[in-house]
C-alpha cells in the first residue's frame, strides 16, 4: 500500500488546557490528531506506531526515535511502563536546540512555541512558489543558522547537526515527488495537522540521513545555489 492510513480532518483539535505540546511540529500534529493521546504524554509503543501509520517513517526508524526520546526524557506512567511528556522537550539545550526553521532560539525568546514570521520566512523560500525543495530547505536552515549566529552568538555545532536531519525528516514524510507543497507545510507547520494522503511510507534512516547531508553540504559550500541564495537573502 502506497499509502499510510490517515484520519479525518475532523479528528484534529488544538491542544486543550493541560494538554502538553512540544517543539516538534510532528508530535504535535499527531497529539492533535489523537494519533497519540492528546494529553502528549505517550509511550514507546504508541509512539512507534503514530509514526509508522501516520507519517509513513519504517518501523524500525520509528523505534529508534522514540526509544532515544524515552531514554532520554522518560517517567514512570500510571502502568507503569516509561512515557514521554511531551513538555519535556521543551527543555532547551537537551534536543531543543538554537537555529530552528519555526521557533525563536530559548535566549531571545520561547523556543517552543510556533513563530508565525518565521514559518512565512521559511516559505517564502520556496523558488518556484509552490513547493520547497531540499535546495530551499537548504537554504532556510543556513539562513537560520547565521540569523541564530548573529549578535556574537555562538551556536553549538549540534544545533546545526541536528537541524538538518530535522529538515531531512520534514522533507521525507511532507514531499509528494517534486517536493512540498506549500499547503502541506502550512498545514503541518503552522496548523499542527497531518496533511491528508501524504505518499512517503517506509522512510528508512538511510534515506533520511542522505537527505540531511544533501541538507548540510548544500546549505554550506559557497559553490551551490542554496547556499548563494542564504547569502543574498542575509544581504537583504
Ligand atoms: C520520538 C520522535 C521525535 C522526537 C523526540 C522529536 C523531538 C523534537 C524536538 C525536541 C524538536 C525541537 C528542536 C528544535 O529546537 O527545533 C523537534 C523539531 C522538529 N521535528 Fe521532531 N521529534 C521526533 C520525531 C519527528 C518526526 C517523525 C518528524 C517528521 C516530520 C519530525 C520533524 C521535526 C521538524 C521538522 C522539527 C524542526 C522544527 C523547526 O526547526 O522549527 N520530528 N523534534
Redesign the pocket.
Known sequence: MSQHSQAGASDWQPAQPGEQR??????NSLANGGHIPRSGIASRAQ?VSA?VQR?G?ATALADK??KE?IEKFGKPGDGGEQV?HLQD?CQPGK???DA????QDAHVGD?AKIDPALVEQLLALSKNGQTLTLDDLATAHQIRMQQSAQGGHVVPPKAGL??TV??A??YC??SRGEGISLADAREFLLSERIPQGLTGHDISLAQVARRAITVALKGNLPMCDAARRAKDALKK
Do not use: I, K, N, Q
Not at 512540544?22 to 508530535?27: H, I, N, R, T
Not at 530552528?100 to 521557533?103: A, E, G, K, Q, V
Open positions: 512540544s517543539p516538534c511540529p510532528a508530535l509512539l509514526m507519517l517513517l526515535l522514540a526520546a514521554l522537550l534536543l531543543e536546540h530552528s526553521l519555526t521557533r523556543s541536528v537541524g530535522e529538515a525528516l520534514l514524510v511532507l
